[in-house]
Every structure is written in structure tokens, then in C-alpha cells.
């Protein structure tokens, strides 16, 4: 189960699919771009799912095709990368952090939502905390 990009392979990482860099990024590189369906907030509600990006108040990032790379990284508690919401050009970034090497999962922080709903009822499989031995 692999699917290869220049920069990117998607691959099993300890919490599913992850996403993995295949090569180096500096601080502030882009990664990959968040993509998906443009919808409403009221329409987000409606369909629920893990892939939903909040923009804005009014919109959403319905990111659950699988032509989206970014739906793979996984959530981190100290991550590596960060999401940017572009609201001009109604994008989302993913950046890096801080340096990534070749192998290295790419992981955000999910936020607080996503972590009450999908996260805390299951426990944190992140890399930190798994190395911590938090549940
Ligand atoms: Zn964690």
C-alpha cells in the first residue's frame, strides 16, 4: 500500500496511513496543499467526517477524496508541520515547523475539535505520546 510522490509516500504509520516525507524540508518549505470541496458550514455539519478542514466560520474543506494527499498526515502533539488557512485564495498549507528529514512522518496538531471528538475517546497514538506511554 504505497503511492509515491517526488517529495511525499503515503505509507502505514503506527496510527493507520501516514504521510512521510521522502525528502528534506526546511522551516517554513511547503509541504503539500490541503484539497478538497469547497462547502458551507451548514453542509459540513450535515455530512460530518474526519476530513472536514475548517477555513473560515463559513466554510469548509471537504478533504475525504483520496486525490488529497494531505488527508493522510496525522495528528501530532508536537508536531512538525503546520496547517495555514489561506482565506484570500481559499487554500490550506501544510508548512513545516521546523526541519524534516527524509523518513519522517508529517504530522499537525488537529486542534481541539477533532481531538474531543475523534482523539480523546480512543487515546493519542501520536509519536509522543506513545513514547511518553500516555494513553
Ligand atoms: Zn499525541
Known amino acids: 500500500m504505497k503511492k509515491k510522490s517526488e517529495k511525499l509516500i503515503v505509507k502505514r504509520s503506527r496510527a493507520g496511513l501516514g504521510l512521510f516525507a521522502n525528502t ?8 503539500v496543499e490541503y484539497t478538497g470541496e469547497l462547502i ?10 474526519k ?3 475548517i477555513l473560515n466560520k463559513k466554510q469548509v474543506i471537504d478533504g475525504k477524496r483520496r486525490n ?8 501530532g502533539c508536537t508536531p512538525n ?9 481559499m487554500k490550506v498549507r501544510i508548512l513545516a515547523r521546523r526541519k524534516i ?5 508529517i504530522t499537525y496538531d488537529y486542534g481541539k475539535e477533532y481531538w474531543d471528538e475523534y482523539i480523546k475517546p480512543f487515546g493519542c497514538r501520536c509519536t509522543s505520546c506513545l513514547n511518553l506511554g500516555k494513553k
Open 24 to 31: 528534506e524540508f526546511k522551516r517554513g518549505d511547503f509541504i
Open 40 to 49: 458551507s458550514d451548514e453542509e459540513a455539519d450535515n455530512r460530518g467526517g
Open 68 to 75: 488529497n494527499i494531505a488527508r493522510y498526515i496525522n495528528h
Open 51 to 53: 476530513y472536514l478542514f
Open 101 to 105: 528529514l527524509p523518513g519522517d512522518e
Open 81 to 89: 508541520a503546520e496547517a495555514e488557512s489561506d482565506e484570500d485564495e
